[in-house]
């Protein structure tokens, strides 16, 4: 079983094909209304090839590379979360029929998924999933259904994203565990990818396709790639005693003057790959049936901490801040580890750019350099 290989473009269409031919449902990225999605990938040719991405706060757009690069972008507004964690399920629906009701529990049988082009900071952010769903007292089983036996091809990031900043949160850019092959597009007119293993039905995979041995040009020329990522991270975080810094500045003025930007419309929550809130939902039809949905929920809504009487949270400053503190401060005490894994889509896809690096650093107290005498 080969630990590394390099594959061609064509070993890439073989690794899709294989893939498709086990039985899995490959989702992978895509150029798709003007933005890079996951969705449905048949072959190599949905691929994103020569487009990349340009990302500051509250902003995202596509343009073309000077090559043809097939992942050649950052990451764009959807995560892996989407698949796993659906945005909508409904849990069961019930039925008038002559005999009383009949209830329909559970969803159809899960997808048996393929994930291709997972950047090291996704991986972390389904780790850190896993823990929330799977780790616990109670099993997500739904979750559980889609999670196990999902096939994991990673992509070692060949671009910095402008609101990027994984190497602070030790996520990235390069997949060092939770993957089944790790791909890193190397550079050159050829579009060559050095293929690692990371389990043994990985290697056993990588086995089937047709490739050629990596020498250790290429495993040098790949470090190249992804040491040349890491130096040029878009954002930057210091997250030292981050947690402490955060519980001890609830009324520090900053969440005042950043809830005078924030629309509470919970964009943030939406596109970030860690959060996991939800809202069970009713419904009901003319025709006598009734629906229980679970759907995605933020602690930016107002009926997100109601208790009888009222929201606990009634003011934007109080839910940016439950959510700040959370994410980079209160999740270690519940999951063992930071809740942001330095994606950066929160500060992309916030409409007024509001940014989680700059809040966190605007927070901490400025260093004054003592003059010598």
Same mark, same amino acid.
């Given at each position: 079983m080969p630990e590394t290989a390099l594959l061609s473009l064509d070993g890439l269409e073989a690794l899709i094909?294989?893939?498709?031919?086990?039985?899995?449902?490959? %989702?992978?990225? #895509?150029?798709?209304?003007?933005?890079? %999605?996951?969705? *449905?990938?048949?072959?190599?040719?949905?691929?994103?090839a020569g487009w990349t991405d340009a990302q500051d706060g509250g902003t995202y757009r596509v343009e073309r590379r000077q090559d043809e690069a097939r992942f050649g972008y950052a990451v764009g507004p959807h995560s892996w979360k989407g698949s796993l964690h659906p945005a909508r399920l409904r849990l069961w629906r019930a039925e008038k029929t002559a005999d009383g009701v009949q209830?329909?529990?559970?969803?159809g049988p899960a997808p048996k998924f393929a994930f291709l082009g997972v950047?090291?900071? *996704?991986?972390? /952010?389904?780790?850190?999933? *896993? #823990?929330?769903?799977?780790?616990?007292?109670? %099993?997500?089983?739904?979750?559980?259904?889609?999670?196990?036996? /999902?096939f994991i091809v990673?992509?070692?990031?060949?671009?910095?994203?402008? $609101?990027?900043f994984c190497v602070s949160m030790g996520t990235g850019p390069k997949a060092k565990s939770g993957y089944d092959i790790a791909l890193t597009e190397l550079p050159g007119a050829e579009h060559r990818f050095l293929a690692e293993s990371g389990s043994a039905r990985g290697a056993a995979l990588l086995a089937t396709i047709p490739s050629t041995g990596a020498s250790s040009q290429?495993?040098?020329?790949? *470090?190249?790639?992804?040491a040349h990522t890491a130096a040029r991270m878009g954002r930057t975080i210091d997250t030292h005693d981050l947690p402490i810094l955060l519980s001890s500045n609830l009324d520090h003025p900053r969440w005042d003057a950043v809830a005078e930007r924030c629309l509470g419309c919970g964009n943030c929550t939406l596109v970030c790959p860690t959060c996991f809130c939800t809202s069970v939902e009713d419904t009901s039809?003319?025709?006598?049936?009734?629906?229980?949905s679970r759907r995605w929920d933020s602690c930016f809504t107002m009926d997100f901490s109601y208790v009888h009487g009222g929201s606990v949270r009634g003011s934007t #400053?109080?839910?940016?801040?439950?959510?700040? $503190?959370? #994410?980079l401060g209160t999740w270690w005490d519940q999951f063992d580890s930071s809740g942001c894994v330095g994606c950066g889509r929160c500060i992309t896809w916030c409409? %007024?750019?509001?940014?989680?690096?700059?809040?966190?650093a605007a927070i901490r107290p400025r260093r004054v350099a003592k003059e010598e005498p």
């Open positions: 094909a294989a893939l498709r031919r086990d039985g899995y449902r490959v %989702v992978g990225p #895509k150029l798709q209304d003007a933005a890079i %999605v996951y969705d *449905d990938i048949e072959s190599s040719a949905d691929l994103p209830v329909t529990s559970d969803p950047r090291s900071c *996704d991986l972390h /952010a389904i780790a850190t999933q *896993d #823990k929330v769903f799977l780790a616990g007292l109670q %099993v997500d089983p739904h979750y559980q259904a889609r999670r196990n036996g /999902a990673a992509v070692n990031c060949g671009v910095a994203g402008g $609101t990027c290429h495993v040098a020329a790949a *470090d190249s790639v992804v039809d003319l025709a006598g049936g009734a629906e229980r #400053k109080s839910r940016y801040r439950q959510w700040m $503190t959370h #994410k409409p %007024v750019g509001i940014d989680i690096t700059e809040e966190a």
